[in-house]
């Protein structure tokens, strides 16, 4: 019933820039915890960057200071603006959110994840 669309990823060369989205819909009636995760070939899935309902943000070193996250809470999407890319952060992106139970607890998302290449 919540789907997550994502869009942005792409071929950049280093230091360009690119800039993710990721809509949810379906039934949703508030969403707590946005966040981005990429996994590149060999490697585990890890955190990038999240944000809370609150606006607050936690990042992932090896991107803080290059990368920015930030919600439309009106259009139910996150964003992440990626800037100085380098080649190890290839990898494919994947949007997840966390939703809350109409009873108790939550439900957390994931979307299709999208490519992004940074090469010369």
């Known amino acids: 019933q919540v789907q997550l669309v994502e869009s942005g990823g792409g071929l950049v060369q280093p230091g360009g820039s690119l800039r993710l989205s990721c809509v949810a819909s379906?039934?949703?009636?508030?969403?707590?915890?946005m966040g981005w995760y990429r996994q590149a070939p060999g490697k585990q899935r890890d955190l990038v960057a999240r944000i809370a309902s609150d606006g607050s943000t936690n990042y992932a070193a090896s991107v803080k200071g290059r990368f920015t996250i930030s919600r439309d809470n009106a259009k139910n999407t996150v964003y992440l603006q990626m800037n100085s890319l380098k080649p190890e952060d290839t990898a494919v992106y994947y949007c997840n959110v966390v939703i809350p139970r109409l009873g108790s607890g939550w439900s957390d998302y994931w979307g299709q994840g999208t490519q992004v290449t940074v090469s010369s």
């Open positions: 379906g039934s949703i009636f508030s969403i707590n915890a």
